[in-house]
C-alpha cells in the first residue's frame, strides 16, 4: 500500500511520543482501540485550568496510519483550547494525511483519543471540585 | 551488499541464471508449438517439454508419464481437486483438508460446498412443491423444510444422497504447532470420504506435515490423497511413492523458475481418474487442455532438476541461517515467540511475533527488507492469518507477526544485517507502544476494558 509523504513523515519522525504523569490532576487520559484488532492509542493532555492544552504526548500500537494519525492530532491539539480541540474530526485527519479507505479507521481512533483524554480531565476536575 | 534484501521467498523466488539460460532459445528460435506434429519446430519443443518432464517427475519420484503442466499450482488444486469430486462422485463426495491450507485448497473446497448447497435447496425446493402443491420459492424454504419436517421426508432424503456436483467438507483444526493430529484425521473419514487434501509444507508457517503417515492411512482406507506440495518441495524430501501420494501440486516459481508454469502430479498405478476443468485440444492426456507454455516448462525442468541435485546441501545451509536468525533476534528482545513447530519445519522459514508491536508497522520500519507481516494488514482485509489464529495464536499475537524466507540467494551477511535491523526498530516501536509501557509496568492487559470498533 502506497501511504503518503505525510504518513510516512509523521510515522518516521514522529511527534511527542512519551508519557505525562497520569496522576497530574491536569493531565487527561485517553486510551481508546484494542490489542485484538491491531491498535491501541493512547494520548495525553496536559491541560490548563484555564482550559488551554499546553501539551500533549502519545503512545500508538498499530500500523503506519495509527501512528501517523496520532502524531498529527498532538500537533494540533497543543495550544488549542479543550472547545476548539473537540471540534477536530476524523474527517480532517484523513485528509490532512490522505489516508487510503481501508485506514480511515485509524483517523476515527485518533478523534476517539481527543475525545477520551478531555473527558477523563473533565472527570478528574469536578471529582476535584467535588471535592473541594 | 545490495538493498533491499529480499526474503520472502515463499511468496516467490528469483530465477535461477542456469533457469533462465536453459529457456533462452525456446523464447528465440525454437519457438515450436510441442503440438505440431508434422515439422522439425514442434518435434524440437516437444522433445524439450519431454525432457522437463522427465526432469520434474524425477523431483517428485515420479514417472513422465504422471505429470500434467499447468499455469501454476492454483491451477492444479483446483484440478486436483474439482477432477475428484466430478469423477467419483458415485462414490462419495466428502472430502477432508486443514484449516491451514492455501487459498487455492480452501476456496475450491468452499466452492463445491457452495454448490452442494444450491442444489439441495433446488431439491428441497421440487419436494416441498410437491408437498404443498404449489411453486415454492428460496425466501420461505428454511421455514416450509421446518414445516414439513424435510430432514425426516424419506423422498427427500433419498435425493439427498444423490450426487450434487459438489462436497461436503471438514475443515481438521491443527495442533498448536501446526501439525496434524492422525488420530484426528482418521476419525474424521467415512464410507463417502474420496479425498484427502493436506499440504506438504504451510506457506505461512513453515510446518512440514507427516506426509508418509498420511499417505499411508488413506491407502488403507481406499482414499484419495492430495498433497498440496508447493512450499516444501525441493527443500525437504518428498517421494510420491514412498509416500503413498496420489495427486500432488507443484509451482515453477517457488523454486527458481519462471512464474505461470506448474505441474499436477496424477498417480498411474493405481490410476487415479480426474475430469478436467478445461476442455479444448486435448493436451496433456486429455486433462489439462491449452498450447503448452514451452519455454517456461524448459525452466521449470530445469529448476527441478537443480533443487534435486542441490536439495541436500541447501537445505543444511539454510538452517543454519535459519538458526542464526532465530536466535539473534530472540536472544536480543524479549517478549518474541516463535509460530509453528521448530523441529518439523522448513528450513528457510522464520515466523515470529514481537509482542506489543503491530506488524505491518514494522514492515515500514524495516522497507529495507523484503518480509511478509503474519497479520494480513497490507492487504484489503484487516484480519490478522488466519494460519495463526488456527494455531491457537491470540489476535493480539498475530497482528504482530513477520514472516521470514530465506532462499538460495541470501546470505550471511544479509542475516547479520536484518538481525540488527530487527531489533533496532522493534525497540524503537516499543518505545512508542502503549502495551509495551503497560505490560512492562506489570498490567495485566486482558484486565483492560479495550473499546473494540
Redesign the interface.
Known sequence: ?A?SDKV?DH?EN?RN?G?LDKQDPNVGTG????????????LQLKITDEGIIEDAKF??????S??ASSSLVTEWVKGKTVDEAMTISNKDVARELALPP?KI?CS??AE?AIKAAIEDFKKKREARQNKA | MKLPIYMDNHATTPMDPRVLEAMMPYLREDFGNAASRNHAFGWKAEAAVEQARKQVAALLGASDKEIVFTSGATESDNLAIKGVVEFYKDKGDHIITLKTEHKAVLDTCKRLERIRQERLDELKQMRLGQLTGAPVSRDNLAELSIKHDLDNDPVYRQWAELPTGGARVTYLEVEKDGRIDLKKLEAAMTDKTILVSIMLANNEIGTVQPIAEIGKLCRQKGILFHCDAVQGIGKVPFNVEQMNVDLASISAHKMYGPKGVGALYVRRKPRVRIAPIIDGGGHERGMRSGTLNVASIVGFGKAAEIARQEMADEAGRLLRLREKLRKGITEQLDMVTVNGSLEHRLPGNLNISFAYVEGEALMMAIKDVAVSSGSACTSASLEPSYVLRACGVEEELAHSSIRFGLGRFNTEEEVDFVIKLMVDKVNRLREMSPLYEMAKEGIDLKSIEWTAH
Open positions: 500500500m501511504y510516512i510515522y514522529p511520543v508519557t486510551l481508546v482501540g484494542a490489542p485484538a484488532c491491531g491498535d491501541v492509542m493512547r503512545k500508538t500500537f498499530g500500523c503506519g495509527a501512528i481501508v479507521h476515527v481512533l476517539d
